[in-house]
């Protein structure tokens, strides 16, 4: 379990606490010394019932934790906890390097990883989000988060190769974790890839990213088991790479060599209550807390904390 603040500037708040309880204490003081003024004192004090005659810890209490109750809800407040749930949120970051051009897959790997991904979006829950990344050597946000399952496939069908050389594994997942950092809900990457990571952010860089965002990436490796450059040098899937992404993202790594393959692990992916880094939002139960607190104060100030002069 993890504790997240959307705004932590706000928690500097915190320091005035010490400051209220000297203020406190010295007005205590302060009243007390102006009623010993009183000629009746002793009389007033039995009539009160004698409240109000020592500072309550106990009220102070209250108001402190009512205080610091509205200082995390205005900080943006939540809990993260490890879980399974099918409430998610979802970028498809889907590499489009010219490799991807391959006929291995029908009838290229980019065009088979295309249909795979709208079959993806066609099953998703109604209130899922989900954006588009494509990725070689940069990455390009096709489509931000949405609701409207056409324009997601429409961004995907508009992928198309790009010229520009390599392939960065770390800046497609820290562009796609941004994509996700406003979403209230599980945050999930799938990450598509027939390559490996030889330019660009460092992935240690990125997986360290994605934790502290509290992503969950998923990974696919797509096309032949090797893959050789003129020099004999090997350029097929990284799978070492992937798999460390996945598993320290909490993710899984899947390894697909057809089309049909790649489309059951999209569809498996989006219809499986999957482990996930699950979100509770704080906010309006601190000022629900707070303003319990508040009137608890207001109670015991009239009452049994009742205070004379």
Partial sequence: ?????????????????????????ASVRYSKSMALKFANFIALSRVSGGVGETPSVAVLSVRILALVCVIFAISGMTVWYVGETANKDYVLAIDASASMMNDDFYPTRLDSAKTAAQSFVDNLPINSYVAILSFSGVSFVDQPLTQEKSVAKDAIQNITAKAIGGTDFGNAIITSTNLLMNSKKAKVIVLLTDGRSNIGIAEDTAIAYAIDSHV????????????????????????????????????????????????????????????????IDLVLILLILAFVLLLSDWVLGSTIYKRIP
């Fill in 216 to 279: 969950l990436v998923h990974t696919i490796g797509i096309g032949a088991d090797k893959d050789l450059d003129d020099d004999g040098l090997k350029l097929g899937v990284d799978e070492e790479s992937l798999r460390e992404i996945a598993l320290l993202t909490l993710g899984n790594y899947y390894r697909v060599t057809d089309s049909e393959d790649l489309t059951n692990v999209y569809n498996g992916i989006v219809k499986s209550q999957s482990i996930g880094k699950n979100p």
């Fill in 1 to 25: 379990m993890e504790i997240s603040f959307t705004h932590p500037v706000y928690l500097w708040g915190l320091l005035i606490i010490p400051v209220l309880v000297v203020f406190y204490f």
